[in-house]
């Protein structure tokens, strides 16, 4: 099978994201590769700028994540988050000591004017990535729970309150009067290939196709062009997370099935588990060519053998299969 030989540009959250990520930076060299991350996370600590996504992203592309827990650095220390809740401050986000070198020079630098882009290219470029890693938009989106008890931001959500909340509607605040960041949108123009990663479906790739213009954009027709999405939930629960959780409390089916609804009109192919094989015929029916492949990744081969896939199956389809 002929590899897909253009630029691919993946839309990622954090874990599920990097996981694949990861193993398209493997294959691709950095000028075929543009990896889109979710910033609606992005919340202030300690009167810093954190952005879990593009950290989780940042650190896993240098090889430095910490593959247990699933986010943070390897070998972390916690001592002035220790320091900070003897001063009576909330330490209920955990913010290792490395970590918060990240989130005190991303601070600095926005303060001198800097965008949250060209602070992440720079961080990039420290950590030595080579391939681009870019936020959604420049701008401030804020994505929001409604929950029984209150409205709650992400972190607050899903660190604070474990994800335990009803959830009865998912927001994205300030998404309507941002736009796409540079490098997102240019990474669109001449893109063979559009991969939505097997990222939670509404917490995180959500917050990116609710930026204006970019669902449009990736529901046009354009046979130069394929659309391709792995299911993050894999019969009918999230492999970590509280997407499928979500998903029902929000009305939709927690299945690959009920992912592939959501990109409906915006995605080709749609790879899902064999265990979720029964549901095929279904995902066909939305006009989406289903494909059932192994999309649970835990090494690195995984990752890297997942990417090639993807990277088979876009080649074969603008080749007309
Ligand atoms: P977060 O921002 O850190 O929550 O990360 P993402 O939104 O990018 O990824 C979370 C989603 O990744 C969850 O819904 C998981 O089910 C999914 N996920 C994690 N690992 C895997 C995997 O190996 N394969 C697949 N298909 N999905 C995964
Ligand atoms: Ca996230």
Known sequence: MALLGGKVVALAGGVGGAKLALGFARLLPPERLTIVVNTGDDETFHGLHVSPDL??????????????????????????????????ADTWFNLGDRDLATHIRRTQRLSEGASLSEVTSELCRSLGIEHPIVPMSDQQVRTYLKTGDGDLAMQEYFVGRRSEPVVNCVEYRGVAESSPSGGFARSLDGAEMIVLCPSNPLLSTGPILSLPGIRERLSEK????????????????????????????????????????????????????????????????????????????????????????????????????
């Open 222 to 321: 354009n046979p130069g062009r394929c659309r391709i999405a792995v299911s993050p939930i894999i019969g009918g629960e999230a492999v970590k997370g509280p997407a499928a959780k979500i998903m029902s409390e929000l009305g939709h089916e927690a299945s690959c099935l009920g992912v592939a609804k959501m990109y409906g009109d915006i995605c080709d192919l749609f790879l899902m588990d064999e265990v979720d094989r029964d549901r095929a015929p279904a995902v066909a029916e939305l006009g989406i060519e289903p494909v059932v492949a192994p999309i649970l990744m835990h090494t690195e081969e995984d990752k890297i053998a997942l990417a090639k896939l993807i990277l088979e199956l876009g080649g074969s389809f603008l080749n007309g299969g």
């Open 55 to 88: 950290d989780t992203m940042l650190y896993t592309l240098a090889g430095i994540s910490n593959g247990e827990t699933g986010w943070g650095i390897a070998g972390e220390t916690f001592h002035a988050l220790g320091m900070l809740g003897r001063y009576g």
